[in-house]
């Protein structure tokens, strides 16, 4: 049952990205390029709404559904921030899609982006494979 | 009906996608994040004997709901009400874009370059088959993407999650920029 609203949510997230042309490969390039607003707007909107609801939730004490005191994530400074951040950025630049909408992507009807969605995953593979020997 | 089919502006998708962090958080303190997905399938699928990918995913199996909800909603805003106008690119784009041999602007991704007969071209292995790949490991190595550091961590205030949501978008101006000129003259 709880899955189920998990599904709602990832519903809606998807609709969005989609409607709003977040998952479009050529919007990516506009954003790239500072030549529209519309990215930047999406990103300058969803940070202080996700923002100010989790301040608020921790101001009230909320507790989520299943009685666990909300808390935010820890995000701990290493350097696969930078290096990795800059990889994926790359690859952000080529197939015009982060990690959501490589879903999106292929729910939208690319079925070629299954192609871009597996190599993904060899990649996440790959990392587990060798990040013991990478810069951390 | 009309506002499903038309595109959404910046002010109605962004506050949309935010509202996911306090919806995760409500229904069971989870914190956004889609690429850990990736990571998830790769458990479930093919650990290898590898220590990374040995661990209970099906824990996490929320996440995985989350994603299939994405692929949904991808398929309801490009299918069910795709638009049927192209996107309305910045004039400025599209001259770049010309400029670098394109000539198709219908739907979200170019035709021309999405297909499956450009696999088999070097352009499109960069494009699709390279390009997954770097997003795939880069997420990873970051841990974590747009959503887990570029919404989820700024939310919190997370100062690394800055740090990688700057590498995110420097890398891809510079690649941009600089590169994918030469691979889309291929």
Redo the contacts between chains.
């Keep these: 049952m ?32 500072f ?17 100010l ?2 301040w ?2 921790q101001k009230f004490h ?1 507790k ?3 009685g ?11 350097h ?31 079925l ?2 299954l ?15 060798v ?1 013991a020997y ?1 810069p951390d | 009906m009309d506002f499903l089919y038309k595109p959404w502006p910046w002010y109605v998708a962004g506050p949309i996608i935010g509202l996911s962090v306090p919806a995760l958080l409500l229904l069971g303190n989870k914190k956004l994040g889609v690429s850990s997905t990736l990571r998830q399938i790769c458990a479930a699928c093919y650990p290898g004997n590898l220590s990374f990918l040995q661990y209970d995913w099906k824990k996490d199996s929320w996440n995985l709901f989350m994603v299939a909800g994405i692929l949904i909603g991808g398929f309801l805003g490009g299918v069910v009400f795709a638009n049927p106008e192209p996107v309305a690119l910045a004039p400025a784009t599209v001259a770049w874009l010309r400029e670098q041999g394109l000539h198709q602007f219908d739907g979200l991704l170019p035709g021309e370059l999405f297909q499956w007969q450009a696999l088999f071209s070097l352009r499109g292995f960069l494009l699709m088959v390279v390009g997954g790949f770097m997003v795939g490991f880069g997420t990873r190595y970051a841990r974590g993407c747009t959503s887990g550091h570029g919404i989820m961590g700024l939310s919190a205030l997370q100062w690394p999650s800055l740090v990688a949501t700057a590498s995110f978008f420097g890398g891809g101006i510079l690649f941009s920029y600089f590169v994918l000129p030469y691979i889309l003259a291929l």
């Excluded at chain 1, 899955?3 to 050529?26: C, D, H, P, Q, R």
């Excluded at chain 1, 666990?68 to 290493?78: L, N």
């Excluded at chain 1, 990889?87 to 879903?103: D, E, V």
């Excluded at chain 1, 192609?115 to 494979?129: D, E, K, Q």
Aim: contains cysteine; neutral net charge.
């Design positions: 709880k899955n189920l609203l998990y599904l709602t949510v990832g519903i809606v997230f998807g609709l969005a990205l989609t409607k709003g042309e977040a998952i479009s490969w050529f919007r990516i390039q506009e954003m790239f390029h030549q529209s607003f519309h990215m930047y707007g999406i990103f300058m909107t969803a940070v202080p709404t996700g923002a609801s989790l608020l939730l909320a989520s559904a299943d666990q005191p909300i808390d935010a994530p820890h995000k701990p400074y290493h696969g921030v930078i290096f990795g951040g800059l990889i994926f950025g790359f690859g952000w630049a080529l197939t015009g899609a982060c990690p959501g909408p490589l879903y999106a992507q292929v729910g939208a009807g690319y070629v982006t192609v871009t969605f597996a190599s993904a995953l060899a990649g996440t593979w790959v990392y587990a494979r990040y990478l």
